[in-house]
Nanobody, 115 residues
Framework: QVQLVESGGGLVQAGGSLRLSCVAS????????MDWYRQVPGKQRELVAA???????NYADSVKGRFTISRDNAKNTVYLQMNSLRPEDTAVYYC?????????WGKGTLVTVSS
């Protein structure tokens, strides 16, 4: 059972930057996909960015050009660099990982962007 722990959330002004980190309790080499989701109360959780084992990435249209996902296999960590933040980026951000037949979620980290 892989445990994921997010960090790096906080309060930032619009236009600012934050970097989220997600540390896995075990090697992430076997995790086919690692990604970041976010959720606002009353709305569905949405995919923000994903990175697969080969390094290919995918982004939600709303964050393209502003957010960058990366993974450091040696540190068992995936990052989400968030630039040019907007108030509508305010949400709880969750780290997610998948391997065949299993999915893992972190507990989330709150990002608040003030206008």
């Amino acid at each position: 059972q892989v445990q994921l722990v997010e960090s790096g959330g906080g309060l930032v002004q619009a236009g600012g930057s934050l970097r989220l980190s997600c540390v896995a309790s075990e090697s992430i080499f076997r995790l086919n996909v690692m990604d970041w989701y976010r959720q606002v109360p009353g709305k569905q959780r949405e995919l923000v960015a994903a990175i697969i084992i080969g390094g290919s990435t995918n982004y939600a249209d709303s964050v393209k050009g502003r957010f960058t996902i990366s993974r450091d296999n040696a540190k068992n960590t995936v990052y989400l660099q968030m630039n040019s933040l907007r108030p509508e980026d305010t949400a709880v951000y969750y780290c997610h990982a998948a391997e065949p037949l299993r999915h893992y979620w972190g507990k989330g980290t709150l990002v608040t962007v003030s206008s």
